[in-house]
Structure formats: structure tokens, C-alpha cells
């Protein structure tokens, strides 16, 4: 069974976690602020369920695995941020529309897809569920089961901590109601941003 106390380390490190954006935050914002909150929404769906596949694969216990596929991985990193910016400039280029009356153009399929390949495509988590996890496993203990709490309770957090990014960015796109221009430019900043540090923290 986990530690209690490890338990709660664990909920407060991976709250101040997802309370500090990176590329899944800025694409759940970004469709939320341009196409509202369903679309911010299926964008979570797509983000949380690449962690699921992620944290199911470090629970299968591949982190030493992933440690022998450097190249492969660095590879599909730069994938992420050329994907990234090519969302920025995409939001950057659309035309000015009412948000809070012309629905999406894009299916619920696609901002699910899109959602999952930008979290899919940023192989550092893999890295960091492999390096973060043990520091709240009690080694007299056996792991599968910790490290499968450890993984919900993320999960759980992670979805929690998204839904009021969406909800927040639904304020905000209410707030920018007439400024479709400038609202369609902060989403794509904000991808650009997202794609920029992602190529920072490649190259270190």
C-alpha cells in the first residue's frame, strides 16, 4: 500500500505541475478560447489520454528502455514543435469570426486527434513519470499497485487542473467578443510559445 504521506507530497508537486503551462495547456486554451468550451474540452480528452497511454508504459516498466532510444525519441520531440507551430501560425491565420455564434469548422474527431498527438509528441513526459514517480514509492512495498495509484491520482489531477484552464479560457473568449483578430493571435502565441520551449529544452 502507498504512504499516506508520500500520497500527499505526490497531490501537491503534481498540482503546482499542471498549474504551470506547457504545449498540452496552451492548445487546451487556445481551442477554448477560439471555438469555446466543448472544443477546449475534446482537446483535454486528446492530451489525457495520451497520458494514459504514457503512464501506462512507464508503469509497464519501460523507462530503462526508453533510455536506449534517445535518437528515436529526439526525433519525435522536434515532430511535436514543428506540429506546435504549425498550429500557431494556423491560429494566427484565421479569419476574423463571431466566437460566440459561428460554430467550429474542425469535427470533434480532429481537436480529440490534434489534443492527442501534441501530448503524444512530447516524449519528455515519458522521461519525467519515469524519473518522478520512484521519489513516492515506498520500497518495502511492492510497486505495481503504488505506481498504478500514483498514475490515477495524475490522471485525476490532470483532468481537474485542464477543465479550469477550459473554463477560465471560456471567460476569457467572452471577454474578447468583438476582437476576433487579436483573440485568434494570443491562441496561436500561445502555440508558438509552447513550441518555442519545447525546441529550449530540446536543445539543453
Do not use: C, E
Not at 487542473?161 to 477550459?166: C, F, N
Request: charge should be positive; glycine fraction near 10%.
Amino acid at each position: 500500500m502507498i504512504d499516506i504521506h508520500l500520497l500527499g507530497l505526490f497531490i501537491l508537486a503534481v498540482i503546482a505541475l499542471m498549474l504551470f503551462p506547457g504545449p498540452n495547456v496552451a492548445l487546451i486554451v487556445a481551442n477554448s478560447v477560439t471555438r469555446g468550451p466543448r472544443y477546449g474540452l475534446l482537446t483535454m480528452a486528446g492530451t489525457s489520454s495520451a497520458m494514459v497511454i504514457q503512464l501506462a508504459v512507464t508503469a509497464a516498466g519501460m523507462g530503462a528502455l526508453l533510455g536506449t532510444a534517445g535518437a528515436w525519441f529526439a526525433l519525435l520531440r522536434w515532430l511535436g514543435v514543428a506540429y506546435l507551430l504549425f498550429l500557431g501560425v494556423s491560429y494566427w491565420r484565421l479569419p476574423a469570426t463571431d466566437l460566440t455564434t459561428v460554430p467550429s469548422p474542425d469535427s470533434g474527431a480532429k481537436i480529440f486527434r490534434r489534443g492527442l498527438i501534441v501530448s503524444m509528441t512530447n516524449p519528455k513526459t515519458l522521461f519525467f513519470y519515469a524519473a518522478f514517480f520512484p521519489q513516492f514509492i515506498t520500497p518495502n512495498h511492492h510497486a505495481a499497485p503504488q505506481v498504478a495509484i500514483l498514475a490515477a491520482t495524475f490522471i485525476a489531477i490532470a483532468v481537474t487542473v485542464d477543465s479550469g484552464w477550459v473554463f477560465a479560457a471560456h471567460r476569457a473568449r467572452r471577454l474578447l467578443s468583438g476582437r476576433q483578430t487579436w483573440t485568434n493571435r494570443i491562441s496561436g502565441t500561445a502555440l508558438i510559445g509552447a513550441g518555442l520551449g519545447l525546441a529550449v529544452a530540446r536543445s539543453r
